[in-house]
T-cell receptor, first 112, second 114 residues
Framework: GENVEQHPSTLSVQEGDSAVIKCTYS??????FPWYKQELGKRPQLIID?????GEKKDQRIAVTLNKTAKHFSLHITETQPEDSAVYFC???????????FGSGTRLQVQP | DGGITQSPKYLFRKEGQNVTLSCEQN?????MYWYRQDPGQGLRLIYY???????QKGDIAEGYSVSREKKESFPLTVTSAQKNPTAFYLC?????????????FGPGTRLTVL
């Protein structure tokens, strides 16, 4: 089955800096990669996703890149703000599979 | 997000008791999922259902049971066979039963064993 690995497990940046979180996946048939943000004690919320027919997708300060050859994808947050502090999860899904496989999460702390 | 509700928000269980966690959605989604989240860890799939009256085991189904009698509802029972049930439980749904559809999560239930 699919295996999704996420790094780093914790990340601390200064306000205004950029943050990058990376995930690798094992199943070359995976073609859908969402990213979720989870604030303390709350539900995960989708912040951006990418499908394998594109290499990059951007939404304001958030971008995701996908390298299908290397089987990795990354979340980029620019101009970080304290409210970006949360746990971020990547996930992988593929046609024919019934459920997403989640990474172990990255705790991002943005220092004011 | 408001289309998926979970209750209760907090639940306390004594040793040896079965408890049932509720999950309801009004999004007309076919697929529903249950995840377990432990501190500092990711989301582990317990059970999922692609359609009414059908469900499949996920990665950590032992000690749990589910039913899917209605499209809107997917309750999870944590049985006494689950030896370490203290965790945060999240329910999710997606428009259809495939892993390429966006999943929307409920607010979660925090279960504590006394």
């Amino acid at each position: 089955g699919e295996n999704v690995e996420q790094h780093p497990s914790t990340l601390s940046v200064q306000e205004g800096d950029s943050a990058v979180i990376k995930c690798t996946y094992s199943d070359s048939a995976s073609n859908y990669f969402p990213w979720y943000k989870q604030e303390l004690g709350k539900r995960p919320q989708l912040i951006i996703d990418i499908r394998s027919n594109v290499g990059e997708k951007k939404d304001q300060r958030i971008a995701v890149t996908l390298n299908k050859t290397a089987k990795h994808f990354s979340l980029h947050i620019t101009e970080t703000q304290p409210e970006d502090s949360a746990v971020y999860f990547c996930a992988g899904g593929g046609t024919g599979r019934r459920a997403l496989t989640f990474g172990s999460g990255t705790r991002l702390q943005v220092q004011p | 997000d408001g289309g998926i509700t979970q209750s209760p928000k907090y639940l306390f269980r004594k040793e040896g008791q079965n408890v049932t966690l509720s999950c309801e959605q009004n999004l007309n989604h076919d697929a529903m999922y249950w995840y377990r989240q432990d501190p500092g860890q990711g989301l582990r799939l317990i059970y999922y259902s692609q359609i009414v009256n059908d469900f499949q085991k996920g990665d950590i189904a032992e000690g749990y049971s589910v039913s899917r009698e209605k499209k809107e509802s997917f309750p999870l029972t944590v049985t006494s066979a689950q030896k370490n049930p203290t965790a945060f439980y999240l329910c999710a749904s997606s428009i259809s039963g495939g892993s390429t559809d966006t999943q929307y999560f409920g607010p979660g239930t925090r279960l504590t064993v006394l």
